[in-house]
DNA sequence: TCAAAGTTTCAGAAATTCCTGAAAATTGAG
DNA sequence: CTCAATTTTCAGGAATTTCTGAAACTTTGA
C-alpha cells in the first residue's frame, strides 16, 4: 500500500472492523480508502493502493454499491469509472442505519409476525410466543422511532441531540401543559 | 433439534442472523433458545435441543456472557450451571448497546483522536484529516446522544419515541419559549 | 463491425473461522 | 483428601469465506 501513515492506520482499522461486523475486511478498507480520499478514484488505483488484486477490488466496490454507500462517476474522455462516497456524513449515517434496517430488522420483523400468527402447540409454545412479541414490540418501536428521526431535518436533529436527557424536562413540562389544555401531544 | 416449528424458525433465524454481523450461528442460537425458554436450561440441555457438541456449547455460553446477555443460576442440590436471558426487553437492548459501543464505537473514537493529532504531511492528509474529523464528530454526537437517553427511564424513552417526528414541534415550542425568557434550554 | 479498454464472473487456491472429541482442569460432596 | 460430576481448553479436521488469475463479457470509438 502506498499512503502516508495516517491515511494508513484509518484504512486498516477500517479492515478490522469490518470484519468484526458483517461487512469483509476488503469492502471496509475500500470504503476507508474512499472516505478520505480528495478526489474520486478509479479501480485500478484502489487496486494498487490497497494491493488488492483488480477482481476482488470489483467485488469489493459491487457490495459497497448495492449498500448504496458509494458514488459513481465519469470523467470526459475516459471511460473508467471513479468512485467516491457522499460528503455528507449525517447522510452517509442515514444510508447505513436504512440498509441495516432493511437487511437485518425487518426480515426478523417478518419472521416474528409469522411465528405469533401460529396457534401455539403447547404451553411452551405460548410462553415464546409471548416472549417473541415483547421483541417484536420493541423492535417495533424502536426502529419506527428512528424512521421519524431521519425524516427530521439535520438542524432539528442536531439540536434534539445536543438537548440529550433535558429533553426529559421538556416533555414533562409539555405534559403538565398538555393536561391543563385537555389536549394529548401523543399520537395514536 | 427436538423444538416445536414455532421455536425452532425463531432460533434458526437468529442463527442466521448472527452470522450476518459479528456472532456466529452457534451464539445466535444459543440466545434465541435462552431467550423463548420458559425455565433456565443447563448446558447439556442446550447442546441436546441443538444438537451442537457440548464444548461449542460451552464456548458459546462463553461469549454470551462477555456480551453480558446471559444470566447464570443454580439450583440446591443440582451442581450444573443453568442459563437464562434476562425478561426485560429495554434492559436487554441497553445492554447490547453499551457492548457494540464499547467493542466497535470506542476503538474507532480513540483511532480516530489519533490520527486528529498527527501532524499532516501534505495536502491529502490535511484532506484526510478534515474528513476524519466529520466522521468523529458525527460519531461522537450520536453515541453521547445515546447514553444520554439510555440513562432515561423507560417510561420516559417510550413517550419519546412514541412522539416520534412530533418532538420537533415540542422542540420549536420550547424555543420560543426560551427566546421570550431570554433563557436556553441547550445545555453547553 | 471490429478492436481496444475496461469490468465482471467464476472456479478453485488460500486463509480464516467454526466445531468437535479428547483430555485437562475445576468444583463440591462426602 | 478423594472421587465423580461438570466445565473448559485446545489441537486439528470440517466448513465457510475470501481472494486471485484467467476468461468472458460489455462498452465505446473509429
Redesign the pocket.
Known sequence: MNATPLVQSFVSHFGEMG?RWGI???VGQIYALLFVSEKPL???EIAERL??????V??G??ELESWRLVRLQHYPG????YFSTPDDVWAIFKTLAEERKKREVEPTLTMLRGAMMETAGSEADRHAQARMKEMYQLIELVTTWFSDIQHMDVETLQRLMKLGSQVQKVLQFTQSLSKLTGRDTERE
Chains 1, 2 share one sequence.
Open positions: 470484519s469483509n475486511r476488503t478509479n479501480a485500478d494491493s488488492f488484486s483488480r477482481s476482488n470489483s467485488m466496490l459491487k475516459d471511460r473508467r469509472e
